[in-house]
């Protein structure tokens, strides 16, 4: 079966925010697994895997942010895959 995978980069006030922690909480709630890691141009970038919906619940959390980071982009490149990820991971 098709597994949907989307790489989001995130862009704007997003590091030292505590947004990869954001991150990984939002997608373990929505049965996501994945990575997300800080870039060194100031961007977030994460790899989500499941299904589309679920998907896209969390690129709209995303969007938003935690409390403290201001989210000025959100580009998302959808792929399919077929290989799963077992768990969902803070990289650095």
């Known amino acids: 079966f098709i597994i949907m995978v989307a790489r ?13 922690q954001f991150v990984k909480q939002n997608a373990l709630k929505l049965g996501l697994t994945g990575w997300v ?13 499941g299904s589309k919906e679920q998907i896209e619940k969390i690129i709209a ?7 403290l980071s201001e989210v000025k982009d959100v580009e998302v490149i ?3 895959v077929n290989r799963q990820f077992e768990s969902f991971e803070i990289e650095r």
Do not use: M
């Not at 959390?61 to 409390?67: A, D, H, R």
């Open 8 to 20: 989001v980069f995130i862009s704007g006030f997003v590091q030292g925010v505590g947004f990869r």
């Open 37 to 49: 890691k800080n870039l060194k141009d100031n961007r977030v970038e994460v790899t989500f895997q």
């Open 61 to 67: 959390i995303c969007e938003k942010g935690p409390f």
């Open 78 to 80: 959808w792929e399919e």
